[in-house]
């Protein structure tokens, strides 16, 4: 009996033992654990003596099929406190990823709202959702795929992930700078949804059954649109240098061109790109290229500005993004009268 009891003990020990190796072997895969579908079997063995003859005793094998857990995150991608957006405003874009945090390939559908969300200062309207058709982060009008629910519902697969881009417009009136207007994105999974732990039998992948995970199958994310009245004003002056030491605009003379570029209100103007056509009957003097009085090469480089080669016979530098409120840029070139 002592004998037989110790077998016992080894059997199990050893079973558990395996299986504890399976889960933790595959529960590195995905997020979730183990990919649903996946198989695990188990079998133990004891080895023995008897009589002096080396024996093998197997137990049964038990096997079964993981279930898919359908568990899905919805996060808003746009830093707060929010997408500048002027009263008025067309069919601006807020950026939204969804990531399926299940173990197995999952189909999700998707609703926009703007209306009385609560906590801000006015409803946006809600346009279209567009899908990152090409992963680039970026909506781009012509590329990305409009979402048609029902139809291009996005199926990711575990730890997969895609960017949705939400489209709203402003009010045209009414608004005050820095008031906020929210919106939300929610996911859906179209398997089913329903309180954490029910069973949808043979629901989930290849056929194996799909369990409601803690998030009940669906998840959303507010973003926010800022409205910022930002003014941009842009400020020229010349000066006449001629080559007898005078101010006189006489052919030979330099034109030396300064231009104040600067942002008023609130906000921030973005990917801000000065240009400035080289004036008629004149010619641009090499190296005169200044920011803030810092040279500019002339060529396309590191720095930058250019002339001639952006634009045809333009003057051209790249401001980047001025905050309201920012110091004010000053450009300068010159030229000569012909």
Known sequence: MKTL??????????????????????????????????????????SYSLGGIPQITSSNTTTLRVAE?????????????????????TNRITTFRLTN??????????????????????????????????????????????????????????????????????????????????????????TGTGAAGTVI??????????VIGAGGGTANAIG?????????????????????????????ATLRYVITVTVNGTGTADGLVFRDALPANTTYIPGSLRLNSAALTDVVDADAGDVNVSAANTVTVNLGSLAAGAPAQAVQFDVMIQ
């Open 69 to 89: 857990l359908i568990s899905c995150t919805v996060t808003w991608l746009d830093v707060a406190p929010g997408v500048q957006a002027a009263p008025g405003d």
């Open 201 to 210: 039998a043979g629901g989930g992948t290849g056929g194996a059954d799909a």
């Open 224 to 252: 926010t649109y800022v409205i910022s009245n930002t003014a941009l004003s842009a400020v020229k002056s010349v000066t006449v240098i001629d080559q007898y030491g005078g101010s006189l605009p006489i052919p030979g």
């Open 101 to 190: 945090t299940g173990n197995g390939t999952e189909a999700f559908g998707l609703a926009g709202l703007s209306a009385a969300l609560g906590g801000d200062q006015f409803d946006p309207t809600l346009g279209q959702l567009y899908l990152d058709a090409n992963g680039d982060g970026i909506y781009s009008d012509g590329t990305d795929s409009l979402y048609v629910p029902g139809t291009n519902d996005p199926a990711l697969a575990a730890d997969g992930s895609i960017r949705v881009f939400v489209m709203n417009s402003m009010p045209a009136a009414g608004l005050a700078d820095g008031d906020k207007g929210n919106t939300r994105l929610t996911a859906t999974s179209r």
């Open 5 to 46: 009891h110790r077998i016992t003990r080894t059997l199990s020990g050893s079973a558990l033992a395996a299986g504890l190796l399976v889960l933790l072997a595959a529960s590195a895969s995905h997020g979730a654990g183990t990919a649903a579908n996946t198989s695990i079997a188990n079998q133990a063995s004891a």
